[in-house]
């Protein structure tokens, strides 16, 4: 049974900061890649960021927070963490992570995880 917790979530001003964190609990499996999604009211579930487990740990960006977003892992605990700045009231939204442990060849789709975690809320004020 695998388990994402997250945690992070809440309310900040436009142009502040704020640090999502996801532990996976995999306890059979290893993990090979997480990554992050959003999804706001009314709209569809949207890719964020993901990052490989594998040693160098390649990353991938959405086009709507590259540069702003950064996705980190901490391999031993199986956590991983995305480091939101210059947050925009558009970046509101529920954020999930979500786990890979088949090895999926593209993690800009929501297909290519086998578990996610309930979402935490992010609320951007203008």
């Known amino acids: 049974q695998v388990q994402l917790v997250e945690s992070g979530g809440g309310l900040v001003q436009a142009g502040g900061s704020l640090r999502l964190s996801c532990a996976a609990s995999?306890?059979?499996?290893?993990?090979?890649?997480m990554g992050w999604f959003r999804q706001a009211p009314g709209k569809e579930r949207e890719f964020v960021a993901a990052i490989r487990w594998s040693t160098g740990g390649s990353t991938y960006y959405g086009d709507t927070v590259k540069g702003r977003f950064t996705i980190s892992r901490e391999r031993a605990q199986n956590t991983v963490y995305l480091q939101m700045s210059s947050l925009k009231p558009e970046d509101t939204a529920v954020y999930y992570c979500?786990?890979?442990?088949?090895?999926?060849?593209?993690?800009?789709?929501?297909?290519?995880?086998?578990?996610w975690g309930q979402g935490t809320q992010v609320t951007v004020s203008s």
């Open positions: 979500a786990c890979d442990l088949r090895y999926s060849t593209n993690l800009r789709v929501a297909a290519a995880y086998d578990h």
């Open positions: 995999a306890r059979t499996f290893g993990v090979i890649g």
